[in-house]
């Protein structure tokens, strides 16, 4: 019988293993994420906190001084890193209606519906407490579901969760975030300048062009990107859609196909033996076994999606710096001057209530509707309660939610009063999406058959 052969861990492997299970756990991000606005409230409620505030006003200056960018830090951060964000997305976006749950109408239909409703009820409920109002611009605000906090709060509170819950609330997030990023690009653009707008859109003609011309290699397209993202930013569109028009961008196919992968693969590990028997094993000195080496590495390549590789290697960038550092750049708000009448403000109000009531109320809603109308039907093994349970932590808007209110009410008291209806809503709402997911799931509550006239009540 063959055995397997590990090589042994070196040191720094060894160190570094535990982080890198941690890494890969479904609920590391979200912890990442949590702990970042935890750090961001303590730092900005504590003896430093001039230093909190003061930091991210801080104007830096990339390139020459005459022609260079200007920015304050928090500017960078939520113009600049937040770009590879929405780059994520996009490229999320993009992989789940090619081959992902949302790739079919029968797929798609119920997570697709549940996200419309998820949204177009919080921000009724918003803009009815807010109607006419210093606040109403912010009516966006409670519309958008944080993924990364959502799937981390189900792995963390209901680990026995059934796969279906988990796939239907990541594709209702995923849609979630396409449906963001629409109100982001027609709604909280105040003012368009055409020549950078034509600009940017001749770099997105040349990206499609790239693509339609076999390019798979990163760089052209990281280089283009730079360039888009400089025309959104002057075009009055907020630079961050730069992000996901790259991601449409990207190649999401492969260059062989698995026969022909398995053929080349084969031959190069074929090369590899025979040249051990014949030159020795001493692997950096056979030239015949590096070459065998390498055209293994080019199959590899080929048989992967550009899409997908670039997906895998953002993920950690993306989960464990760039979100945490948004939130500890935007999270912090001073809890001094807060009381009982605070969360009486017209906009903390709307948040609050539109996160808390009405993402549950309309994913609900859309989805009974979904599967009356026999659009869609509820994944296997998967009732209502459990979707109760999945509405409520869709209510944890967080990082988006963040992002939108300071394209919505900018700088000032609006901002902070949004801040504390986005923090309150989010830990209600993991709270209660808890425990009915806990509920719900315990092994006395009895097996649930989708049913496709079922209804919520």
């Not at 002057?234 to 028009?245: D, F, K």
Request: hydrophobic share 55%; glycine share 12%; proline share 6%.
């Amino acid at each position: 019988m063959a055995t397997r052969v590990h090589a042994t861990a070196t040191p720094i492997e060894r160190l570094l293993g535990p982080f890198q299970r941690f890494a890969a756990t479904e609920s590391a991000g979200g912890l990442v994420l949590l702990g970042a606005t935890v750090a961001a409230l303590l730092w900005a409620n504590s003896p430093w906190a001039d230093a909190y505030f003061g930091l991210w006003q801080s104007p830096i200056t990339v390139g020459a001084p005459t022609l260079g960018l200007t920015e304050s830090l928090r500017g960078w951060i939520n113009d600049g890193l937040m770009v590879v964000f929405f780059f994520s997305v996009g490229l999320e976006i993009k992989r789940e209606v090619l081959i992902g749950e949302l790739a079919s109408v029968r797929r798609a239909a119920l997570p697709a519906a549940a996200a419309l409703g998820g949204m177009l009820a919080p921000a009724l409920i918003y803009t009815l407490v807010n109607r006419g109002g210093p606040g109403a611009p912010g009516w966006g605000i409670p519309m958008a579901t944080d993924i990364a906090f959502a799937l981390g709060m189900l792995a963390l509170l209901a680990p026995r969760a059934p796969l279906g819950l988990k796939v239907f609330l990541a594709a209702l997030a995923i849609a979630d975030d396409l449906g963001a990023v629409l109100v982001i690009a027609l709604f909280y653009t105040h003012e368009l300048h055409l020549g950078a707008l034509t600009l940017a859109g001749a770099l997105f003609g040349v990206l499609l062009a790239a693509n339609r011309l076999g390019v798979r290699k990163p760089m052209p397209y990281a280089l283009l990107g730079i360039g888009l993202w400089l025309a959104m930013l002057e075009s009055g569109v907020h630079a961050t859609i730069a992000g996901v028009l790259l991601a449409l961008t990207v190649p999401a196919r492969t260059r062989i196909d698995p026969a022909e992968f398995l053929e080349r693969g084969r031959a190069a590990l074929d090369e590899f033996e025979r040249a051990g028997e014949a030159r020795g094993h001493d692997v950096p000195s056979n030239e015949e076994q590096q070459w065998a080496i390498q055209a293994l590495e080019g199959a590899c390549e080929e048989a992967q999606a550009p899409l997908q590789r670039i997906e895998h290697d953002l993920q950690g960038v993306v989960a464990f710096f760039i979100v945490p550092l948004f939130a500890l750049a935007n999270a912090g708000i001073s809890l001094r001057a807060i009381d009982l009448a605070a969360f009486g403000n017209p906009v903390t109000l709307g948040v609050v209530l539109g996160l808390t009531l009405g993402k549950p109320i309309g994913i609900l809603l859309f989805s009974w509707l979904a599967v009356r109308l026999r659009l869609g039907a509820l994944p296997g093994g998967v009732g209502w309660r459990e979707l109760h349970g999945v509405g409520w932590l869709a209510g944890i808007g967080f990082t988006m939610s963040l992002f939108i209110a300071g394209l919505a009410l900018g700088e000032g008291a609006g901002l902070d009063a949004a801040k504390l209806g986005i923090l309150t809503a989010s830990l209600l709402a993991a709270s209660i999406g808890g425990v009915v997911l806990r509920r719900s799931l315990t092994p006395h509550a009895p097996a649930r058959e989708p049913e496709a006239t079922t209804s919520p009540a």
